[in-house]
């Protein structure tokens, strides 16, 4: 996942915000054009298929609808993350769009933190925006007594059926509201409770970022884990989430933006950039935790769990320098004779507008690749019947020549079926809709 942030302009000042450390100069700089072209550029060379485009409040960028456009035209699809403030203008533009194009993450408070202009825009924006299936509302919880009635109430008013729960978080160098760790435990009957008024409504809720499963009791985990409000691989430890500034300085993820920041030119590719920060993790990951019982918690022990968010354990053991690490050439993310097959929850679908177009798509997150549909067989040998290699080999055999002998021609039309399929597996290991089993 890469974010972009368009802009560090704000017209809210959430107290838990999550962008805080970057905003905190008081400067609002917004990305130049050129430099949103490049960044798209970067994330196709990527075979990053996913504009998410955020802030401070990506719809304040001057230029938000040319980068729309832009990003669209580029083959992407952009997630918008927003506070839903933006000018009622730009909803013709948003109707416009196919909602697979463009979805939206909606951050939105109770109603009495805004003006009540404010609040009147942001319901017309929902409004507009209402049965296109693609969107979904953030909760934060930075409050021991949270007011939650205002989101339920918004998802049923106006035909959202997912909501991003999120514990808000510390973030380094900031001093942003958020709840303690010790105090994780007893927001679960909460957090169960809200789960089970929002499922009564036909709202799914997925709970955001790590968090330690010991807050949990067998039973609220297992309730929890069955209705897909968390996951074992998105919520159990920390993975890069890659922020590109509006100087296109990088970092991993903003609760640790304070941390290890690069720039976008010293790396050929998303993968590499996933890969040093990786190694940055890897400085706590499964050897330091926030807390002393995480030593003998089941949980780490039977699920790798890293206590939840990496910020608690570097606010507890201080922050580790990393040495500068030469980065390596891009290399598959799998082994040739790993089996690839798509994990439960992930499935793949047909569309025949404008097109026949396949996607995969993970049900739990909402997360969406679409692929040509030239690559329809390829999707079929996910199955776990064939390594990675057999599947890219079958790919190309059904779409290149039977001939002993291939003309030059062929070879090189060989050359680009399996390069395709390369890229594709690379894209859908990165994005966690295959996973790698070991060959029977």
């Known amino acids: 996942m890469a974010n972009v942030l368009l802009t560090t302009r704000c017209n809210l000042k959430c107290p838990y915000c999550f962008a805080q450390e970057k905003l905190a100069d008081g400067q609002r700089v917004s990305m130049a054009l050129k430099d949103v072209e490049k960044v798209i550029n970067f994330l196709s060379r990527s075979n990053h298929p996913f504009f998410r485009a955020m802030g401070g409040e990506p719809t304040l960028h001057p230029d938000f609808p040319s980068i729309l456009e832009m990003a669209l035209k580029h083959g992407m699809r952009v997630d918008v993350l927003s506070n839903a403030t933006w000018p009622e203008s730009y909803n013709d533009l948003f109707r416009r769009t196919s909602p697979r194009r463009v979805v939206f993450l909606l951050n939105i408070d109770q109603p009495g933190r805004y003006a009540p202009p404010v609040w009147q825009r942001i319901q017309n924006n929902l409004e507009a925006l209402a049965d296109r299936g693609t969107v979904t509302l953030s909760f934060n919880v930075f409050e021991k007594e949270p007011k939650d009635e205002y989101v339920l109430e918004l998802a049923q008013k106006y035909r959202i059926d997912k909501i991003r729960m999120s514990l808000s978080l510390p973030v380094l160098g900031a001093n942003n509201a958020c709840l303690k760790l010790e105090d994780y435990k007893q927001m679960t009957p909460f957090i169960v409770d809200f789960v089970r008024r929002a499922q009564q409504r036909g709202v799914q809720v997925c709970m955001d970022n790590a968090v330690p499963l010991c807050m949990f009791t067998y039973e609220q985990a297992g309730e929890l884990l069955l209705k897909k409000v968390i996951d074992l691989e998105r919520n159990m430890s920390c993975r890069p ?65 890293q206590g939840g968010c990496l910020t608690h354990t570097v606010l507890k053991h201080g922050e580790l320098p990393l040495d500068p690490i030469a980065v390596e050439p891009d290399v598959p993310a799998w082994k040739d004779d790993a089996v690839l097959a798509m994990p439960d929850g992930v499935v793949m679908r047909r569309y025949d507008i404008p097109e026949e177009s396949f996607a995969v798509v993970n049900q739990a997150s909402g997360l969406e690749l679409e692929v040509d549909a030239s690559f329809k067989p390829l999707l079929t040998d996910l199955q776990g019947h064939y390594s990675a290699r057999e599947i890219v080999d079958r790919f190309v055999g059904n779409g290149g020549s039977n001939a002993s002998s291939p003309s030059p021609v062929e070879m090189m039309a060989q050359s680009a079926l399996r390069k395709g399929a390369d890229e594709l597996l690379q894209a859908l290991v990165q994005q966690g809709f295959l996973i790698e089993r070991t060959p029977v």
């Open 241 to 305: 989430v890659i922020d590109i500034g509006p100087d296109l300085r990088v970092w991993c993820c903003f609760c640790l933006s304070k941390m290890w920041n690069r720039h976008l030119d010293e790396f050929q590719n998303l993968e590499e950039i996933y890969d040093y920060y990786r190694r940055a993790l890897a400085l706590y990951q499964s050897r330091l935790y926030p807390l002393d019982e995480c030593q003998t918690c089941a949980w780490r022990e039977s699920w790798n769990c």
